[in-house]
């Protein structure tokens, strides 16, 4: 693998503005940096392949307690954009246990 293949492919906004979880068709969060989509409801990460989200609830990995206080950390500093045209803060108001 190469250098330039190692690097996150960026999700075109248009595409953000459409995408939600598979199983509760709820925003997610999106890290660009680490290419993964997260759901901090159900606590359930999806692999971004290529700029390609990979969207389907059997690959969907389940997050530890500790990877998703992570996760919720850098969201909340601005590492991530949510989807459905939310802000991260949106998002996570009222589902995450110290968001307002």
Not at 15 to 32: T, V
Request: with cysteine; aromatic share 4%.
């Amino acid at each position: 693998m190469t250098e330039r293949e190692d690097l996150p492919v960026p999700l075109d906004d248009r595409l953000l503005l459409l995408l939600a979880c598979p199983i509760d068709k709820e925003a997610l969060l999106h890290f660009p940096d680490d290419d993964v989509l997260y759901n901090p409801r159900l606590r359930r990460r999806y692999r971004v392949e290529t700029g390609i989200p990979v969207l389907l609830a059997d690959q969907a990995e389940k997050t530890s307690a500790e990877l998703h206080e992570t996760l919720v950390a850098r969201a909340v500093r601005g590492d991530a954009v949510a989807t459905l045209g939310l802000s991260p803060a949106e998002l996570l108001k009222g589902h995450v246990t110290g968001v307002e």
